[in-house]
């Protein structure tokens, strides 16, 4: 059983360079969210979805959209790479928020 | 908008009992959430509290009083393992998850 799986583990992007962090979840899980994490600080929310169809933002949206067309899948797109957007991001999926949320390796992108 | 606060750092001993306390404000309160995270790993869950008083799960508890909207987390002899960092985090009534900054542990021999 993979759990939830995040794939690059790492990656490097140039300003203004647009890329998909891909995130899937083989437990069936409605919930899934997308959180960043800078240097000796919390997760901050990005996007979540309740299930397939239905996304909404966080507390730091801007900058990133994401899309959910299945319930195993929930890739985030940066739009345009900034070097603010250097940090370990990670994806994560549950029966609902209120439950144990099961979350992937991370993806530590830099932004030079 | 919702606001967390826990200690940025604790340092105990080995064997030791340690408490780290969580306040927080949002509005729709669901729940509060734990999670431990080691150094390079990602975030694992420790408990969840949706009502007033103490969840145990082994050497770890957790406590909730939504009056206060305050909660702790409780380990218990502390082995060296448990050095990492440790988030309080919260549900709303919009399904959000919101962590707060975390607390890094460290046990000392």
């Not at chain 1, 966080?58 to 899948?73: A, F, H, I, L, Q």
């Not at chain 2, 390079?40 to 103490?54: C, H, I, Q």
């Amino acid at each position: 059983n993979a759990g939830v799986t995040q794939t690059p583990k790492f990656q490097v992007l140039k300003t203004g360079q647009s890329m998909t962090l891909q995130c899937a979840q083989d437990m069936n899980h409605e919930y899934m969210s997308w959180y960043r994490q800078d240097p000796g600080m919390g997760l901050r929310l990005i996007h979540y979805s309740v299930g397939a169809g239905i996304t909404d933002q966080g507390e730091v949206p801007n900058g990133y959209n994401v899309s959910r067309s299945t319930t195993e899948d929930f890739p985030l797109r940066l739009l345009s790479a900034a070097p603010s957007q250097t940090s370990v991001y990670f994806c994560a999926s549950g029966e609902g928020a209120g439950t144990e949320a099961f979350f992937g390796q991370g993806t530590r992108l830099t932004v030079v | 908008g919702q606001s967390l606060e826990q200690p940025s750092e604790v340092t105990a001993v080995e064997g030791a009992i340690v408490q780290i306390n969580c306040t927080y404000q949002t509005s729709g309160f669901y729940g509060l959430s734990w999670y431990q995270q080691h150094d390079g790993g990602a975030p694992t869950f420790l408990s969840y509290n949706a009502l007033d008083g103490l969840e145990e799960t082994g050497r770890f508890s957790s406590f909730l009083s939504r009056s206060d909207s305050y909660g702790y987390l409780l380990l218990q002899e502390l082995q060296m393992k448990d050095s990492a960092s440790y988030f309080c985090a919260v549900i709303n009534a919009g399904n959000m998850l919101t962590f707060g900054g975390g607390t890094r542990l460290m046990v000392k021999p």
